[in-house]
Antibody, heavy 115, light 107 residues
């Protein structure tokens, strides 16, 4: 069974940083692109970032470029999102998802940016 | 950026009836379109890829269609558990983008 389990969400002040993690199991992690998708309270889904199988190719939504960094550790079947210079508008549930279309999702992790 | 526009925003349908949700892309995306269902308080669930191919376990009463810029998701014989928000997503070009969602309510 495919499982994606996120962790690392927290309440953080504007300008602060967090590192989100996603532990993957039940599939060959090295064969898939992996993404982060977020959902602000009461809003729709927004794709945030994606990384290819070997970690060398990365893409981001414009609003997070230069502030967020996606990475992966294939030896540990793990996906990461380093989020820096956080803003109030980054407040959201952050989901780890498999692929370029998202056939499996984690349960979500809450990031709240507030003073 | 490819803008995805979904309509209507809300659809209210009686049990047993059918519902058609629309998704329009601001430029051609061939058939690189996926659909998701999200119930309140839950993570999204993958439903359709390639515009018309159902994911494993998705009932046949859900059907997707279209290509280029115009797409539909049809739910036939609506059931109470189909009450949810449905999102389309294009994966033809970076950045990946979602539509704003259509909320399906059961009367």
């Amino acid at each position: 069974e495919v499982q994606l389990v996120e962790s690392g969400g927290d309440l953080v002040q504007p300008g602060g940083s967090l590192r989100l993690s996603c532990a993957a199991s039940g599939f060959n992690f090295t064969r898939y692109w992996m993404s982060w998708v977020r959902q602000a309270p009461g809003k729709g889904l927004e794709w945030v970032a994606i990384v290819n199988q070997d970690g060398r190719e990365k893409y981001y939504v414009d609003s997070v470029k230069g502030r967020f960094t996606i990475s992966r550790d294939n030896a540990k079947n793990s996906l990461f999102l380093q989020v820096d210079r956080l803003r109030a508008e980054d407040t959201a549930v952050y989901y780890c998802a498999r692929g370029v279309f998202f056939d499996h999702w984690g349960q979500g992790n809450v990031v709240t940016v507030s003073s | 950026e490819i803008v995805m526009t979904q309509s209507p925003a809300t659809l209210s349908v009686s049990p047993g009836e059918s519902a058609t949700l629309s998704c329009r892309a601001s430029q051609s995306i061939d058939t690189n379109l996926a659909w998701y269902q999200q119930r309140p308080g839950q993570a999204p669930r993958f439903f359709i890829f390639g515009a018309s191919t159902r994911a494993t376990g998705i009932p046949a009463r859900f059907s997707g269609g279209g290509s280029g810029t115009e797409f539909t998701l049809t739910i036939s014989s609506l059931q109470s558990e189909d009450s949810a928000v449905y999102y389309c997503q294009q994966y033809n070009k970076w950045p990946l983008t979602f539509g704003g969602g259509t909320k399906v309510e059961i009367k």
